[in-house]
Each structure stands twice: as C-alpha cells, then as structure tokens.
C-alpha cells in the first residue's frame, strides 16, 4: 500500500503565499518524477509542476516565476511553494507520484485565494 498525505492548502489573499507538501509513505522504491496537478472547479485537471529524480524542475507557464517546486529524496516528500497568489490560482492541488510503471496520486488540499 502507498499513500499520498498533502498538506498545506488555505485560504489566502491575493498576493499571498504558501507551501504545499505531499509525504509519499508504504511499499514505495525509486520514485522517478513527482508532480503537482490542479482542479478548478469545471475545469480538467492540469499540470502545474513536475521535478525528476535528478532535481530537473518544470513549471507551466503561469505559474513560472511564482511557484517552486522541491523534493526532499530521502523522506520520499515533495514540496510546492506558491508565491504571489492570484485568484485563478484557486484549485484543489494533487500531489502525484510515478515510480516505475506506478503512478500514485494524493487526495488533494483546497487552495483558495480570495480577499
């Protein structure tokens, strides 16, 4: 059993900050690629960030410049901190993980910016 515990998601002005953090826990080995996904609400779930075993880091475009994501290998935990929030930010954020032919994916934490 692997399990995927996100935690971090609030309500926040805009212009705010926080930090999301996603511990991948069970019967996991040589996680290649974790990722951040988002859902609004009526829309698909996109990609937001994604860093590789090797620390490699990639963003989509609007969230270049605000958003880093970090992993920390040795306690298989990843990390999105997210700068300089707008309200189109607002989601339900999903940590996911692929290890070898598995792919892992976290129950989400609501993130919503609002004044």
């Known amino acids: 059993q692997v399990q995927l515990v996100e935690s971090g998601g609030d309500l926040v002005q805009p212009g705010g900050s926080l930090r999301l953090s996603c511990a991948a826990s069970g019967s996991i080995f040589s996680i290649d690629v974790m990722d951040w996904y988002r859902q609004a609400p009526g829309k698909q779930r996109e990609l937001v960030a994604s860093i590789t075993s090797g620390g490699s880091a990639n963003y989509r475009q609007s969230v270049k410049g605000r958003f880093t994501i970090s992993r920390d290998t040795a306690k298989n935990t990843v990390y999105l901190q997210m700068n300089s929030l707008k309200p189109d930010d607002t989601a339900v954020y999903f940590c996911?993980?692929?290890?070898?032919?598995?792919?892992?994916w976290g129950q989400g934490t609501q993130v919503t910016v609002s004044s």
């Open positions: 996911n993980v692929v290890a070898g032919r598995n792919i892992y």
